[in-house]
């Protein structure tokens, strides 16, 4: 069964800073999706960041960007100059591309931006 | 392109009653799935359907039960509730089933059980 772990379970960082979300995971398989989701107060899951694993390349939204190293089985998220609207709880999540096992989340790290 | 959206949003219940939750993909999706989301057991998969059929199931008692129907909404019922079924309670769409079809979610609905 796949696992994901996000090890930081609370962050914070200054307003237009850089900061760093880490998550790995567990799988067998080869061909799979990574994806970061921002849940803030208002509850409402938004995607962040989407990275298929056969792409070498790391996939880049604006201020966000994904370090992924598919054979340390590590996806970390990385928010550059940072706003106060990025305060919220930050998933990382996993699919297979077999379509047989449903998204698996990790239990989230809250980040809070400081001004 | 609207959203998914999910009613109620909000639900108080009691003890043994039970509850249908409502979601509405988002247009052109075929496939919704459902969780449970708990400050202590985070987020937990219920089901997803695809198609009206229940392609993956999560571990959760028979209480939980859902369907889909040919314009592709969905519902979950819970029946005879219990204290520990307070949660919110997330829909998300996607595309195609599993695999490559990014989901995208409802606000939820927020049911508390007194």
């Known amino acids: 069964a796949q696992t994901v772990t996000q090890s930081q379970p609370e962050m914070s960082v200054r307003e237009a800073e850089t900061v760093t979300l880490s998550c790995t995971y567990d799988?067998?398989?080869?061909?799979?999706?990574l994806f970061w989701y921002k849940q803030p107060p208002s509850r409402q899951m938004i995607l962040v960041i989407r990275?298929?694993?056969?792409?070498?390349q790391n996939a880049t939204e604006n201020r966000f960007s994904v370090n992924f190293q598919k054979a340390a089985k590590s996806f970390s998220l990385k928010i550059s100059d940072s706003q106060l609207g990025d305060t919220a709880m930050y998933f990382c999540?996993?699919?297979?591309?077999?379509?047989?096992?449903?998204?698996?989340f990790g239990k989230g790290t809250r980040l809070s931006v400081i001004a | 392109k609207a959203g998914v959206t999910q009613t109620p949003r909000y639900l108080i219940k009691t003890r043994g009653q039970q509850v249908t939750l409502s979601c509405s993909p988002i247009s052109g999706h075929r496939s919704v799935s459902w969780y449970q989301q708990t400050p202590g057991q985070g987020l937990q998969f219920l089901f997803e359907?695809?198609?009206?059929?229940?392609?993956n199931k999560g571990n959760f008692p028979g209480r939980f039960s859902g369907r889909q129907f040919s314009n592709s909404r969905s519902e979950m019922n819970v029946s005879t509730l219990e204290l520990g079924d307070s949660a919110l309670y997330l829909c998300?769409?996607?595309?195609?089933?599993?695999?490559?079809?990014?989901?995208?979610f409802g606000p939820g609905t927020r049911l508390t059980v007194l």
């Open positions: 359907y695809f198609s009206e059929t229940q392609r």
């Open positions: 999540a996993f699919i297979s591309t077999s379509g047989n096992t449903p998204l698996v």
């Open positions: 799988t067998s398989e080869n061909n799979y999706y």
């Open positions: 998300a769409s996607s595309l195609v089933a599993g695999g490559p079809g990014t989901q995208y």
């Open positions: 990275q298929e694993a056969y792409k070498q």
